[in-house]
């Protein structure tokens, strides 16, 4: 380290090096800087550093200072030496330069959305900045609130965050600040964009009440020049069903075309096809490897499991065929190396293709929707859609490793479901032919290998509304070989 007082001026010199300057305080806030704004000031017996940040302009002492490969680290203290901080100032350009570039990026989305909560509530003092330690991708905030008290909000600064995602990380971090032994915090606040916001608030709709009153949806509205922050309300399971359900558009044809049904010809055990409006899929044991459609009535085909596709002509059809009996020696229980690609490749696709071929191995009670998977081409891609011999719906959502917002995701299926099955296009589509469906709310059934559900399950299950009726199958773990119940057990609803 360098002490300031005869080195101020080189100190000087390397802030002027670079026009742009991110400030980093230790406890993560930041602040965006311009060199000409930084003040470096020399007093008779010390060397004073000033800069503007939330609270206006800022006057430090510099204890001492060194020049680092990722910036400048600033010791100063304030307050006649009662408060100390360690300061970073990293330049726009090594930042960019830097593995950190991605990191800082978010610390600083963290603090401008710091400075929106702070602008909204005159008087707010943020206590704290920080990205979440698990991922990255989430800001974590504290900010102590007029007449409120601590509060405590979660925002998402990558843009890859789903509602099912942060309204888990948001319970995950609830807990563990209800925990603190010190200032314990029981709310925490979601912030996000209009229209992660509006889902969170659906998906926030389908809790128990405690839950929907300890986590709050925030919505940042850019309806004026300046963003502000606005609470979405609370919403009731039965508000969800005022909205209006997209109509279920199913593809007119159903039949296998010609190019389908030859390749299908191939292993018809193995091989099935998906249908959508832009074209057939073809899948061998749930992976795709061809595909086909109907341009200027002439069929086209296509196949290959990576991004390289080959087109399918009679020139072709030997390479196909190669790929299939590839396909054949390694996608299968006993094949002759797990770690080859086509062994691993889409492990959930294939737990589906043998459900969906005889679907009494998970219930012996359920009817299989003969076009259930034109259900799957929809955005949600729920996995299976049957239906109990009582009419009853049944949605079935499937995974092979462990995943901590299944729940969640299937929660919120349920609500998309329940909202076609209210409105009849259900019914109206005959998924299920001449079979009525029962005027009830449809079950949930999860099904994974039993060492694939995540050690929250049952915390967040019990977090759910109890008109949400969900069961948990526990599969063997070869099931690639056999797929076996091995205990079923109800995760939600009124017992």
Known sequence: MVNPDSSHPDLRGLIDAHREWLLIYSNGRSFSLLSTEIDIETKPDRVI???????????????????????????????????????RLVSRAAARELGEAVELARLEKA??????????????????????????????????????????????????????????????????LERRKKEPIDEVRIVGEKKPARALQRLHALLKAPWRHQIRIIE???????????????????????????????????????????????????????????????????????RVRTLAGREKGWFGTGRDKQLLTEESWPQLLDLVNELD?????????????????????????????????????????PIYNQFRTSADKIDLLALRKDGRLVIIELKTSIDREMIFQAADYWRKIELQRRAGHLQEARLFGEREILDK???????????????????????????IEMYRFALHEDWRKKVKVLHQLRATGEN
């Open 111 to 176: 603090n401008q959305l710091a400075r929106l909560i702070a602008e909204n509530h005159p008087g707010t003092k943020i206590g704290r900045v920080s990205l979440n330690k698990e991922n990255g991708r989430t800001a974590h905030i504290i900010a102590t609130i007029p007449v409120e008290g601590r509060k405590a909000f979660i925002a998402d600064v990558s843009g890859k965050m789903t509602p099912e995602t942060m309204l888990a990380l948001a319970m995950i971090w609830l807990g563990k």
């Open 220 to 290: 940042i509205s850019r309806k004026k020049d300046t963003p502000s922050l606005q609470t979405l309300a609370p919403l009731g399971i039965s508000q969800l069903w005022r909205e209006k359900g997209k109509k279920l558009v199913l593809p007119d044809a159903l039949r296998a075309s010609r190019t389908e049904r030859r390749i299908i010809d191939l292993d018809p055990e193995k091989i099935d096809v998906i249908f959508s409006r832009q074209g057939e899929t073809l899948r061998f044991l749930g992976l795709p490897f061809a």
């Open 329 to 369: 020696t390694y996608r299968r229980h006993d094949t002759p190396s797990k770690r080859h690609e086509l062994y691993n490749m889409a492990p959930e696709a294939w737990l589906e293709s043998l459900l969906r071929r005889n679907i009494a191995q998970l219930d012996a009670n359920l009817v299989l929707s």
């Open 441 to 467: 709310p449809a079950l949930v059934y999860l099904a994974a290998p039993a060492l694939s559900f995540h050690r929250e399950f049952a915390f967040f299950a019990s977090t759910l509304a109890d008109e």
């Open 49 to 87: 550093f000033g800069c503007p940040d939330e609270n206006g302009f800022r006057y430090w002492r510099i204890v001492e200072f060194s020049p680092e490969e990722d910036g400048i680290h600033i010791e100063v203290i304030a307050d006649f030496g009662k408060t100390r901080e360690k300061l």
